[in-house]
Structures are given as C-alpha cells and as structure tokens.
C-alpha cells in the first residue's frame, strides 16, 4: 500500500474486471466478491454500530488509501455490474480472519501476537493501541461467504464479523497476555519517531453489524480467545518450530 500504491490500484481493478467478464461469459448463478471492512474509513464516532451504507472518510491524498479507495472501486464495479448486465454478485465485507490453517510466518497483527504468547515474550505495540479491530473466524467466514452464495441478495453487501470480537488492539494484546498466555506475557508500547512512513491504518472506532447476514440465519461460532488457541493448537500440531515474534502495531 505504501511502496507500490498504483500497482494495488492496478490490481484491484483488473482481478475484478477480469473476474465479472468470466462471470458474465460463463452466466454464473452466483458470485461473491471479498471486499473489506477497510472500505469504511474513518466512520462516525457516535454510531454504536456500524452497517453497511455507513461509509466514512478516507483521505485520498495518501498513499495507503490505495487499498481502501481500491475496494470501494471494485465494489461500484461489482454493483454496476449487476445493474447493467444483471450480473449475480453479492459483495461480503470481511473482518480480519485467521484462526486455524493460517502459517505461523503471517506478518500481520494477530499473527505476531499470537507468536509472541507461543514465545513467552513481551507483546510490543508501536502505536497507542486505541484503533478498534473487528474479528472472525476463517471457518465462520467460510460458511458466511457460502451462504451469500446461495441466500444472499444479488446487487447486495454484508459485513462479515463477529460483533462479540470487536476491541482495540490494546484490549486484544491484553486478551493475549492474560487469556491466551495465561499471564505468561505482558505488553509494552514503543513508539517510533517515523511511524508516518510504515503506512500504519488511522485509528478507527467502528464496530461493525452483522444484522444483516444473520436475517440469513448466519450466526458466528467462536470468539476471539478460542480463535488464538485453535490457531496456536495448529501450529503446534504442525511444527514446533516457530519463528521468533518480532514487533508489532
């Protein structure tokens, strides 16, 4: 997002062109397009939760803003789609998945958690830690993205996130250090100078609905402190090497 911005625009755009022309060519019954809870930007502070047509700021005069404002592009496209040619798409808007089958080298945040409670060490965070996350499970996203498939509404978006899982990523590092690590860690803030230039996500404090795909009767099965532990168990059963942790946002 940050080193290659064009290229992430690039890319966005033609995997889904590309994407909706086989659809259309092919007269697919259904299609569902990934999008992200990113699309929302910075929303309204005062709604306590947010759904699907509460879309915020995104500032678009920097360069991170490729992947957000990317999205939200496809996403039109996909509705346009439907609109012109009566493509079947349905657009789910995940929240951060992972759980059990994620590589124990996934750079991302959970990820680095996760590797320090394996380690025994210190959770570093290089921010205040007050952006709120929203959270689900790969096997609940899975059955999630399947049911739109089959009962979702063409023309349509869905949030994809377990409600019980939002927090701030301070809150999840100490889920981690005391639930996960049964207080075998702790964590510690450490703040660059230039934390600018890492492309870090402004602080956000949405919590996301998912009232809409549960009226299709999706329901979510795990939550948070069960996500680490599947995920953890699996790496385990996988190898008993693991990577040091290093740190993290």
């Known amino acids: ?24 060519n092919k007269q697919s019954k259904s299609m569902v397009y990934l999008s992200s809870m990113e699309v929302y930007g910075l929303t309204d502070p005062s709604l306590d939760w947010v759904k699907e047509d509460d879309l915020g700021y995104i500032n678009l005069k920097s360069p ?4 957000p404002e990317s999205k939200r592009m496809c996403e039109c496209l996909c509705n346009c789609s439907f609109a012109q040619y009566g493509i079947p798409v349905k657009v789910a808007r995940l929240a951060q998945t992972f759980g059990a089958g994620f590589p124990n080298d996934d750079p991302r945040i959970f990820a680095q958690f996760a590797r320090s409670s394996v380690a025994g060490t210190d959770i570093v965070l290089h921010t205040e830690g007050k952006s709120r996350g929203n959270y689900c499970y790969a096997s609940d996203a899975i059955r999630g993205l399947m049911l739109l498939l089959l009962r979702g509404e063409d023309g349509e ?8 899982t939002s927090m701030t990523i301070r809150e999840m590092a100490e889920l981690v250090a005391k639930d996960v690590s049964g207080g075998r860690v702790a964590f510690k803030v450490d ?15 949405m919590r996301l609905s998912s009232d809409k795909i549960g009226r299709l009767g999706w329901r979510p099965r795990y939550g948070l402190a069960e996500m680490y532990k599947r995920m953890i168990e699996d790496w385990y059963e996988a190898s008993n090497v693991l990577e040091e942790p290093g740190v993290t946002k």
């Open 1 to 24: 997002m940050v080193g290659n911005p064009i290229g992430v625009i690039e890319t966005a755009l033609s995997g889904t062109e590309n994407i909706l022309v086989l659809a259309k």
């Open 64 to 67: 991170r803003s490729s992947y």
């Open 157 to 164: 978006t869905y949030n994809i996130s377990n409600p019980e």
């Open 191 to 205: 703040k660059p100078s230039n934390a600018a230039k890492h492309g870090y996500a402004p602080d956000v404090t």
